[in-house]
């Protein structure tokens, strides 16, 4: 069982950065993905981006790309998103995940992930 624990969110103006973090309590093996979703109020919950941890292949919901990095500290064991650039609708509160995921399957499919930390509030003023 892998646990995972947010952290970095908070309040931001529209146009500045933060930068999530997500600790996982243990190492898994090549196949493992790392993912971020969010959900805004009232909206179902969605797809912001992902990184494979065996050769830190990254993948961008449109919405974000362009804005957001999402990136793997080996050492750590720990899943960064850096977020520039951040508007209104940005805020949610989100999540990270992992997951066991084939290279043929869909890394933004909420099914394919088996664990899931509580989530960190980002709220964006304008």
């Known amino acids: 069982q892998v646990q995972l624990v947010e952290s970095g969110g908070g309040l931001v103006q529209a146009g500045g950065s933060l930068r999530l973090s997500c600790q996982a309590s243990?190492?898994?093996?090549?196949?493992?993905?790392m993912a971020w979703f969010r959900r805004a109020p009232g909206r179902e919950r969605e797809f912001v981006a992902a990184?494979?941890?065996?050769?830190?292949?990254?993948t961008y919901a449109t919405s974000v790309k362009e804005r957001f990095t999402i990136s793997i500290d080996d050492t750590k064991i720990m899943v960064h998103l850096q977020m520039n650039s951040l508007k209104s609708e940005d805020t949610a509160r989100y999540f990270c995940?992992?997951?066991?995921?084939?290279?043929?399957?869909?890394?933004?499919?909420?099914?394919?992930?088996?664990?899931w930390g509580q989530g960190t509030q980002v709220t964006v003023s304008s």
């Open positions: 990184i494979r941890w065996n050769n830190y292949t990254p």
């Open positions: 995940a992992s997951g066991s995921i084939s290279w043929y399957n869909d890394v933004a499919e909420e099914a394919q992930y088996d664990h």
């Open positions: 243990k190492r898994t093996f090549s196949g493992y993905v």
